[in-house]
Nanobody, 124 residues
Framework: QVQLVESGGGLVQAGGSLRLSCAASGRTFNSNAMGWFRQAPGKEREFVAGINWSGDRTFYGDSVKGRFTISRENTKNTMYLQMNSLKPEDTAVYYC?????????????????WGQGTQVTVSS
């Protein structure tokens, strides 16, 4: 069992930056691939970024590539999402998720554990 808690969301102006954190508990964290997803009102949940268990392979959704960076510190049981050059269309609830497979899938149904989400609002 893995418990996930996101933090770091908030209100920021367009062009600004935020860093989200996902704190995990549970002894399997270090062997799990993980991902960030987001969901805006009226839209489906969208893959944002994923990272393998060791942190040396990362994947990004097309809409955030070049602006967001995913990373993890297994010694701290924490995953991060550095978000730069934020746009109003990045506004959403951001969720971290953990999967039992070795490489992070882009499909949300393949993740086993989810956090409660953190709101990110980007004003124009």
């Amino acid at each position: 069992q893995v418990q996930l808690v996101e933090s770091g969301g908030g209100l920021v102006q367009a062009g600004g930056s935020l860093r989200l954190s996902c704190a995990a508990s549970g002894r399997t964290f270090n062997s799990n691939a993980m991902g960030w997803f987001r969901q805006a009102p009226g839209k489906e949940r969208e893959f944002v970024a994923g990272i393998n268990w060791s942190g040396d392979r990362t994947f990004y959704g097309d809409s955030v590539k070049g602006r967001f960076t995913i990373s993890r510190e297994n010694t701290k049981n924490t995953m991060y999402l550095q978000m730069n050059s934020l746009k109003p269309e990045d506004t959403a609830v951001y969720y971290c998720a953990s999967t039992l497979v070795s490489s992070p899938p882009r499909t949300d149904t393949l993740y086993n554990y989810w956090g409660q989400g953190t709101q990110v609002t980007v004003s124009s």
